[in-house]
Protein backbone atom coordinates (compact mmCIF):
# COMPACT_ATOMS: atom_id res chain seq x y z
CA UNK A 1 0.00 0.00 0.00
CA UNK A 2 1.74 3.58 -0.71
CA UNK A 3 -0.18 7.13 -0.02
CA UNK A 4 0.25 9.73 -2.65
CA UNK A 5 0.73 13.13 -1.61
CA UNK A 6 0.18 15.60 -4.24
CA UNK A 7 -1.45 19.59 -4.40
CA UNK A 8 -4.02 20.41 -6.56
CA UNK A 9 -5.80 24.14 -6.52
CA UNK A 10 -3.57 25.03 -3.72
CA UNK A 11 -4.68 22.30 -1.48
CA UNK A 12 -2.08 19.66 -0.49
CA UNK A 13 -3.64 16.16 -0.55
CA UNK A 14 -2.83 12.40 0.70
CA UNK A 15 -4.31 9.98 -1.53
CA UNK A 16 -3.78 5.96 -0.42
CA UNK A 17 -4.01 3.49 -3.17
CA UNK A 18 -7.48 1.98 -4.43
CA UNK A 19 -9.33 5.65 -3.83
CA UNK A 20 -9.94 8.20 -6.06
CA UNK A 21 -9.21 11.97 -6.46
CA UNK A 22 -11.14 13.56 -8.66
CA UNK A 23 -11.71 17.53 -10.27
CA UNK A 24 -13.99 16.58 -12.62
CA UNK A 25 -14.11 18.90 -16.49
CA UNK A 26 -16.38 18.80 -19.37
CA UNK A 27 -14.19 18.65 -22.33
CA UNK A 28 -12.03 15.61 -22.61
CA UNK A 29 -9.96 12.86 -25.22
CA UNK A 30 -13.31 10.27 -25.98
CA UNK A 31 -13.28 7.54 -28.13
CA UNK A 32 -16.50 6.25 -27.00
CA UNK A 33 -19.41 8.28 -25.47
CA UNK A 34 -19.88 8.84 -21.78
CA UNK A 35 -23.25 6.89 -21.87
CA UNK A 36 -22.10 3.95 -23.65
CA UNK A 37 -18.79 3.22 -21.30
CA UNK A 38 -20.95 4.07 -18.33
CA UNK A 39 -22.71 1.14 -19.39
CA UNK A 40 -20.48 -1.11 -20.11
CA UNK A 41 -18.99 -0.10 -16.78
CA UNK A 42 -22.33 -1.27 -15.18
CA UNK A 43 -22.25 -4.98 -16.72
CA UNK A 44 -18.70 -5.22 -15.09
CA UNK A 45 -20.37 -4.09 -12.07
CA UNK A 46 -22.42 -6.80 -12.43
CA UNK A 47 -19.42 -9.39 -12.14
CA UNK A 48 -19.39 -9.97 -16.08
CA UNK A 49 -15.32 -9.77 -16.90
CA UNK A 50 -14.26 -6.64 -19.18
CA UNK A 51 -12.52 -8.66 -21.68
CA UNK A 52 -15.50 -10.43 -22.45
CA UNK A 53 -17.71 -7.22 -22.24
CA UNK A 54 -15.35 -5.17 -24.23
CA UNK A 55 -15.14 -8.29 -27.42
CA UNK A 56 -19.15 -8.48 -26.76
CA UNK A 57 -19.36 -4.40 -27.46
CA UNK A 58 -16.43 -4.16 -29.73
CA UNK A 59 -14.61 -7.04 -31.64
CA UNK A 60 -17.38 -7.47 -34.16
CA UNK A 61 -17.94 -3.79 -34.45
CA UNK A 62 -14.97 -1.80 -34.02
CA UNK A 63 -12.22 -4.07 -34.18
CA UNK A 64 -9.45 -1.91 -34.15
CA UNK A 65 -10.68 -0.01 -30.80
CA UNK A 66 -11.41 -3.38 -29.26
CA UNK A 67 -7.40 -4.14 -30.19
CA UNK A 68 -6.58 -0.94 -28.98
CA UNK A 69 -8.21 -2.16 -25.72
CA UNK A 70 -7.49 -5.56 -25.06
CA UNK A 71 -4.16 -6.49 -27.02
CA UNK A 72 -1.71 -7.63 -25.11
CA UNK A 73 1.00 -6.04 -27.48
CA UNK A 74 -0.17 -2.49 -25.74
CA UNK A 75 2.57 -3.36 -22.95
CA UNK A 76 5.49 -4.91 -25.29
CA UNK A 77 7.85 -1.93 -24.87
CA UNK A 78 7.24 -1.39 -21.44
CA UNK A 79 8.71 -4.88 -20.44
CA UNK A 80 12.27 -3.52 -21.95
CA UNK A 81 12.84 0.14 -20.86
CA UNK A 82 10.93 0.75 -17.12
CA UNK A 83 13.87 1.14 -14.53
CA UNK A 84 13.96 -2.27 -12.53
CA UNK A 85 13.23 -0.85 -9.44
CA UNK A 86 9.89 -0.96 -7.23
CA UNK A 87 8.91 2.60 -7.16
CA UNK A 88 5.39 4.35 -8.16
CA UNK A 89 5.24 4.59 -11.80
CA UNK A 90 2.75 7.41 -13.35
CA UNK A 91 0.42 6.39 -16.39
CA UNK A 92 -0.77 10.13 -17.82
CA UNK A 93 -3.89 9.77 -19.61
CA UNK A 94 -4.04 6.37 -18.58
CA UNK A 95 -7.28 5.75 -21.31
CA UNK A 96 -8.84 2.26 -20.57
CA UNK A 97 -5.82 1.09 -17.96
CA UNK A 98 -3.99 -1.18 -20.70
CA UNK A 99 -0.22 0.32 -19.83
CA UNK A 100 -1.70 0.59 -15.65
CA UNK A 101 -3.43 -2.49 -15.12
CA UNK A 102 -1.03 -4.85 -16.18
CA UNK A 103 1.97 -2.64 -14.39
CA UNK A 104 0.41 -2.73 -11.50
CA UNK A 105 0.87 -6.13 -11.06
CA UNK A 106 4.11 -5.88 -10.14
CA UNK A 107 4.31 -2.07 -8.88
CA UNK A 108 2.59 0.53 -7.18
CA UNK A 109 0.57 2.86 -10.03
CA UNK A 110 -0.98 6.16 -10.31
CA UNK A 111 -3.18 5.82 -13.09
CA UNK A 112 -3.94 10.03 -13.87
CA UNK A 113 -6.94 10.35 -16.48
CA UNK A 114 -9.02 13.51 -16.70
CA UNK A 115 -12.00 12.08 -17.98
CA UNK A 116 -14.44 10.44 -15.48
CA UNK A 117 -15.66 7.13 -17.34
CA UNK A 118 -12.33 6.63 -18.66
CA UNK A 119 -10.85 6.14 -15.27
CA UNK A 120 -14.19 4.59 -13.55
CA UNK A 121 -13.36 1.77 -16.24
CA UNK A 122 -10.05 1.73 -15.22
CA UNK A 123 -11.32 0.81 -11.44
CA UNK A 124 -13.79 -1.68 -12.30
CA UNK A 125 -11.45 -3.69 -14.78
CA UNK A 126 -8.77 -3.32 -12.10
CA UNK A 127 -10.50 -4.50 -9.56
CA UNK A 128 -11.49 -8.00 -11.20
CA UNK A 129 -7.66 -8.00 -12.68
CA UNK A 130 -6.75 -7.95 -8.52
CA UNK A 131 -4.86 -4.98 -8.62
CA UNK A 132 -7.78 -2.15 -7.45
CA UNK A 133 -5.16 -1.36 -4.42
CA UNK A 134 -1.95 -1.49 -5.90
CA UNK A 135 -3.24 1.57 -8.04
CA UNK A 136 -4.33 5.56 -6.87
CA UNK A 137 -6.86 6.79 -9.39
CA UNK A 138 -6.49 10.64 -10.26
CA UNK A 139 -8.77 11.92 -12.20
CA UNK A 140 -7.40 15.44 -13.29
CA UNK A 141 -5.16 17.20 -16.19
CA UNK A 142 -1.96 16.14 -15.39
CA UNK A 143 -0.93 19.97 -16.15
CA UNK A 144 -3.18 21.02 -12.80
CA UNK A 145 -1.43 18.57 -10.42
CA UNK A 146 1.87 18.50 -8.17
CA UNK A 147 3.05 15.64 -7.13
CA UNK A 148 5.39 15.95 -3.84
CA UNK A 149 7.19 12.71 -4.51
CA UNK A 150 9.35 11.65 -7.62
CA UNK A 151 8.06 8.68 -9.58
CA UNK A 152 10.35 5.98 -10.88
CA UNK A 153 8.88 5.90 -14.32
CA UNK A 154 6.39 8.10 -15.92
CA UNK A 155 4.45 6.53 -19.06
CA UNK A 156 2.82 9.15 -21.65
CA UNK A 157 1.61 6.63 -24.05
CA UNK A 158 -0.34 8.63 -26.98
CA UNK A 159 -0.78 11.97 -25.01
CA UNK A 160 1.70 14.59 -25.21
CA UNK A 161 0.29 14.90 -28.59
CA UNK A 162 -3.23 15.71 -27.10
CA UNK A 163 -1.50 17.35 -23.75
CA UNK A 164 -2.32 21.07 -25.43
CA UNK A 165 -6.26 19.99 -26.42
CA UNK A 166 -9.26 20.40 -24.81
CA UNK A 167 -8.38 23.69 -23.03
CA UNK A 168 -8.46 27.38 -24.67
CA UNK A 169 -5.84 29.63 -21.80
CA UNK A 170 -2.70 28.31 -23.13
CA UNK A 171 -0.89 27.79 -26.44
CA UNK A 172 -1.24 24.32 -27.07
CA UNK A 173 2.74 23.54 -28.02
CA UNK A 174 3.69 25.92 -25.08
CA UNK A 175 0.80 23.58 -23.03
CA UNK A 176 3.05 20.53 -24.36
CA UNK A 177 6.67 22.35 -23.27
CA UNK A 178 5.27 22.78 -19.87
CA UNK A 179 3.64 19.12 -19.74
CA UNK A 180 7.29 17.79 -20.33
CA UNK A 181 9.68 20.75 -18.28
CA UNK A 182 6.97 19.23 -15.16
CA UNK A 183 7.65 15.33 -15.91
CA UNK A 184 11.20 16.10 -15.70
CA UNK A 185 10.84 17.53 -12.54
CA UNK A 186 8.42 14.87 -11.21
CA UNK A 187 10.99 11.84 -12.03
CA UNK A 188 13.37 10.77 -9.74
CA UNK A 189 17.00 10.35 -10.49
CA UNK A 190 17.95 7.78 -12.89
CA UNK A 191 13.60 7.79 -12.96
CA UNK A 192 12.61 7.28 -16.92
CA UNK A 193 9.78 9.21 -19.06
CA UNK A 194 8.18 6.54 -21.92
CA UNK A 195 6.33 8.01 -24.80
CA UNK A 196 4.68 6.39 -27.37
CA UNK A 197 3.55 9.08 -30.14
CA UNK A 198 3.21 9.63 -34.05
CA UNK A 199 6.05 10.73 -36.28
CA UNK A 200 4.81 13.92 -37.88
CA UNK A 201 7.00 12.70 -40.91
CA UNK A 202 5.67 9.57 -41.01
CA UNK A 203 6.01 8.33 -44.82
CA UNK A 204 2.51 7.37 -45.24
CA UNK A 205 1.26 10.54 -43.80
CA UNK A 206 3.52 12.29 -46.71
CA UNK A 207 2.13 10.10 -49.47
CA UNK A 208 -1.73 11.24 -48.26
CA UNK A 209 -2.77 8.88 -45.49
CA UNK A 210 -5.38 10.84 -42.93
CA UNK A 211 -3.82 12.55 -39.59
CA UNK A 212 -4.71 10.32 -36.83
CA UNK A 213 -5.84 13.17 -34.88
CA UNK A 214 -7.56 15.56 -37.98
CA UNK A 215 -9.05 12.72 -39.75
CA UNK A 216 -7.95 14.15 -43.10
CA UNK A 217 -4.59 14.36 -44.98
CA UNK A 218 -1.71 17.17 -46.17
CA UNK A 219 -2.08 18.85 -42.70
CA UNK A 220 -0.83 17.33 -39.95
CA UNK A 221 2.72 16.63 -41.14
CA UNK A 222 3.32 20.03 -42.09
CA UNK A 223 5.93 22.37 -39.76
CA UNK A 224 3.70 23.81 -36.90
CA UNK A 225 3.12 27.43 -38.36
CA UNK A 226 1.62 26.26 -41.49
CA UNK A 227 -0.08 23.57 -40.33
CA UNK A 228 -2.13 25.79 -38.00
CA UNK A 229 -2.60 28.20 -40.86
CA UNK A 230 -4.35 25.32 -43.04
CA UNK A 231 -6.49 24.11 -40.53
CA UNK A 232 -7.90 27.70 -39.76
CA UNK A 233 -8.52 28.18 -43.04
CA UNK A 234 -10.94 24.65 -42.76
CA UNK A 235 -12.62 26.97 -39.73
CA UNK A 236 -10.49 24.75 -36.99
CA UNK A 237 -7.92 25.61 -34.46
CA UNK A 238 -5.28 23.03 -34.26
CA UNK A 239 -4.44 21.92 -30.75
CA UNK A 240 -3.02 18.24 -31.27
CA UNK A 241 0.73 18.52 -32.83
CA UNK A 242 3.10 15.58 -33.27
CA UNK A 243 6.98 16.09 -34.34
CA UNK A 244 9.45 14.59 -36.41
CA UNK A 245 12.57 12.63 -34.27
CA UNK A 246 15.03 15.82 -34.57
CA UNK A 247 12.19 17.94 -33.04
CA UNK A 248 11.11 15.43 -30.13
CA UNK A 249 15.07 15.01 -29.22
CA UNK A 250 15.70 19.10 -29.73
CA UNK A 251 12.12 19.69 -27.34
CA UNK A 252 13.64 16.82 -24.73
CA UNK A 253 16.58 17.97 -24.19
CA UNK A 254 15.93 21.67 -23.60
CA UNK A 255 13.74 20.48 -20.75
CA UNK A 256 16.65 18.32 -19.13
CA UNK A 257 16.49 14.73 -20.54
CA UNK A 258 20.19 13.88 -21.28
CA UNK A 259 19.73 10.45 -22.15
CA UNK A 260 17.39 9.52 -25.16
CA UNK A 261 16.69 6.77 -27.11
CA UNK A 262 14.01 6.31 -29.72
CA UNK A 263 12.50 3.61 -31.23
CA UNK A 264 10.35 2.95 -34.20
CA UNK A 265 7.07 1.26 -33.63
CA UNK A 266 5.22 -0.41 -36.24
CA UNK A 267 2.50 -0.49 -37.67
CA UNK A 268 2.30 2.32 -34.88
CA UNK A 269 2.84 2.35 -30.70
CA UNK A 270 -0.81 1.80 -30.29
CA UNK A 271 -0.81 -1.89 -31.35
CA UNK A 272 3.20 -2.49 -32.23
CA UNK A 273 4.23 -5.21 -33.77
CA UNK A 274 7.92 -4.61 -34.71
CA UNK A 275 9.77 -2.26 -31.95
CA UNK A 276 13.12 -1.51 -33.61
CA UNK A 277 16.13 0.87 -32.53
CA UNK A 278 16.69 4.14 -33.88
CA UNK A 279 20.37 3.91 -32.69
CA UNK A 280 23.54 4.34 -34.67
CA UNK A 281 21.89 6.55 -36.96
CA UNK A 282 19.56 4.26 -37.63
CA UNK A 283 21.25 1.38 -38.86
CA UNK A 284 19.53 -1.30 -37.38
CA UNK A 285 16.21 -0.27 -39.02
CA UNK A 286 18.14 -0.18 -42.17
CA UNK A 287 19.34 -3.31 -42.25
CA UNK A 288 15.64 -4.92 -41.31
CA UNK A 289 14.12 -2.83 -44.09
CA UNK A 290 16.20 -4.30 -46.51
CA UNK A 291 15.23 -8.11 -45.50
CA UNK A 292 11.97 -7.36 -44.72
CA UNK A 293 8.64 -5.96 -45.54
CA UNK A 294 7.59 -4.12 -42.58
CA UNK A 295 4.12 -5.02 -41.14
CA UNK A 296 0.88 -3.44 -42.98
CA UNK A 297 -0.10 -0.42 -41.67
CA UNK A 298 -3.47 1.24 -41.56
CA UNK A 299 -5.35 4.89 -41.30
CA UNK A 300 -4.64 5.93 -37.89
CA UNK A 301 -7.60 7.79 -37.45
CA UNK A 302 -10.06 4.69 -37.97
CA UNK A 303 -7.97 1.76 -38.32
CA UNK A 304 -9.63 0.45 -41.79
CA UNK A 305 -6.54 -0.83 -43.82
CA UNK A 306 -4.57 0.96 -46.32
CA UNK A 307 -5.24 -0.54 -50.08
CA UNK A 308 -2.85 -2.82 -51.11
CA UNK A 309 -1.27 -0.44 -53.85
CA UNK A 310 -0.85 2.29 -51.10
CA UNK A 311 1.13 -0.37 -48.89
CA UNK A 312 3.11 -1.18 -51.76
CA UNK A 313 4.01 1.97 -52.14
CA UNK A 314 5.02 2.65 -48.86
CA UNK A 315 7.30 -0.69 -48.73
CA UNK A 316 9.06 0.18 -51.97
CA UNK A 317 9.93 3.66 -51.05
CA UNK A 318 11.14 2.34 -46.95
CA UNK A 319 13.02 0.35 -48.71
CA UNK A 320 15.29 2.66 -51.51
CA UNK A 321 14.96 5.18 -48.32
CA UNK A 322 16.48 2.38 -46.02
CA UNK A 323 19.36 1.96 -49.04
CA UNK A 324 19.96 5.88 -48.69
CA UNK A 325 20.18 5.42 -44.77
CA UNK A 326 17.24 7.52 -44.20
CA UNK A 327 14.10 6.07 -43.43
CA UNK A 328 14.69 6.23 -39.92
CA UNK A 329 13.28 9.78 -39.99
CA UNK A 330 10.03 8.70 -41.94
CA UNK A 331 8.80 5.80 -39.72
CA UNK A 332 4.77 5.28 -38.67
CA UNK A 333 5.44 6.21 -34.96
CA UNK A 334 8.32 6.14 -32.07
CA UNK A 335 8.66 4.89 -28.36
CA UNK A 336 11.24 6.91 -26.57
CA UNK A 337 12.58 6.10 -23.51
CA UNK A 338 14.55 9.56 -21.66
CA UNK A 339 16.07 10.36 -18.69
C1 LIG B 1 -5.06 8.65 -27.29
S1 LIG B 1 -5.54 8.49 -25.63
C2 LIG B 1 -4.30 7.35 -25.03
C3 LIG B 1 -4.79 6.54 -23.86
C4 LIG B 1 -3.81 5.49 -23.35
N1 LIG B 1 -2.61 6.08 -22.81
C5 LIG B 1 -3.46 4.50 -24.44
O1 LIG B 1 -2.27 4.38 -24.76
O2 LIG B 1 -4.38 3.87 -24.98
C6 LIG B 1 -5.03 10.03 -24.89
C7 LIG B 1 -5.35 10.10 -23.40
O3 LIG B 1 -4.70 11.25 -22.84
C8 LIG B 1 -5.57 11.87 -21.93
N2 LIG B 1 -5.15 13.28 -21.81
C9 LIG B 1 -5.23 14.25 -22.74
N3 LIG B 1 -4.77 15.41 -22.25
C10 LIG B 1 -4.35 15.15 -20.98
C11 LIG B 1 -3.79 15.95 -19.94
N4 LIG B 1 -3.56 17.25 -20.10
N5 LIG B 1 -3.50 15.35 -18.74
C12 LIG B 1 -3.74 14.04 -18.58
N6 LIG B 1 -4.28 13.23 -19.53
C13 LIG B 1 -4.59 13.78 -20.70
C14 LIG B 1 -6.94 11.68 -22.57
O4 LIG B 1 -8.00 11.85 -21.65
C15 LIG B 1 -6.83 10.28 -23.14
O5 LIG B 1 -7.28 9.29 -22.26
Not at 6 to 17: D, S
Not at 165 to 186: G, I, W, Y
Request: hydrophobic share 40%; glycine share 8%.
Amino acid sequence: MFTLNFTHQQKNHALPAGQRYAAPRAEGFRDTPATELRSLIAELDTGRPWREAVAARYAATNHWLYRIVADPSRTAFFEQVLPRGQGPVLDIGAGWGQIARPLAKTRPVVALEPVAERLAFIEAAARQDGVHEQIAYVEADYLEVDFTDGFEAICAIGVLEWAGAFQNHTDPQQRQLDFLRKVRRELIPGGALVIGIENRLGLKYLLGCPDDHLGVPHIGYLPAALARQRWAEQGNTLQSFTYSQAELEKILRSVGFTQIEFYAAWPDYKLPTQIISLKDEGRPLHDWLQHQNPPAEHNGYDGSPLEARFQENLTALYRSLAADGLARNFVPSFFIRAS
